[in-house]
């Protein structure tokens, strides 16, 4: 079935260093991808998105990958601060289904001081 | 822009009776809502979709009459949990997408404690 999957839950950085956290999704229908964040105990947070036609974007300090053959994406924090400490998630979603969004596992980020 | 709002944040309640949480889109129009529950350590699972005036789309698994959603307007949509029980304790998150349905844009979430 459809779904879109973490491959670490947690991950710890040291700050200043660069985070990459990772996802695999299993619907090739998938056309549409989002990272969040989310803090303990609020609401997921937007943080970039990237639409299959693209295989790289870029936000502040924030980048994503698509790789569309492996079906596999990754968002790379740069300068990782003790401020993105937080729950990652990523989501997929086919662009003609009403934006229905699958979630991922989500990935737990720690930044060590 | 773009804020979405739910209230309560929390509540507390006995087994056995309902709770309404509201889901607000404060600066823009809501063609369509989402909710979705999210156990302890573990990640969104939407439950239903909505669309203003017109009944709710359940997910799979998730029982209709228990779980029972009103989007009477372009900016608000509720969510009933009838006869509550502890295994229905979660956090309650509600979405919006705006006219050009593009981003969902989330809600402060809801928490469920039913004792």
């Known amino acids: 079935g459809e779904s879109v999957g973490l491959h670490l839950p947690t991950l710890s950085v040291q700050e200043g260093d660069n985070s990459i956290i990772n996802c695999a999704y299993s619907?090739?229908?998938?056309?549409?991808f989002i990272w969040y964040k989310q803090e303990s105990g609020k609401g997921p947070q937007f943080i970039i998105d990237i639409r299959s036609n693209m295989d790289k974007r870029q936000g502040q300090r924030v980048t994503v990958l698509l790789n569309k053959t492996v079906k596999h994406l990754s968002l790379q924090i740069a300068a990782t601060q003790p401020g993105d400490s937080a729950v990652y998630f990523c989501?997929?979603?086919?662009?003609?289904?009403?934006?229905?969004?699958?979630f991922g596992q989500g990935t737990e980020l720690s930044v060590k001081p | 822009g773009a804020v979405v709002s739910q209230h309560p944040s929390w509540v507390i309640c006995k087994s056995g009776t309902s709770v309404k949480i509201e889901c607000r889109s404060l600066d823009f129009q809501a063609t369509t809502m989402f909710w979705y529950r999210q156990f302890p350590k573990q990640s969104l699972m939407l439950m239903a979709t909505?669309?203003?005036?017109?009944?709710?789309?359940?997910e799979q698994g998730v029982e209709k009459d228990k779980f029972l959603i009103n989007h009477a307007s372009l900016t608000l949509s509720t969510l009933t949990v009838t006869s509550a029980h502890p295994e229905d304790s979660s956090f309650y998150i509600c979405?919006?997408?705006?006219?050009?349905?593009?981003?969902?844009?989330f809600g402060p979430g809801t928490r469920l404690t039913v004792l």
């Open positions: 979405s919006a997408t705006g006219l050009a349905g593009d981003r969902q844009f």
């Open positions: 989501a997929g979603a086919e662009w003609n289904q009403g934006g229905k969004l699958i």
């Open positions: 619907n090739s229908a998938s056309d549409y």
């Open positions: 909505s669309n203003e005036g017109s009944k709710a789309t359940y």
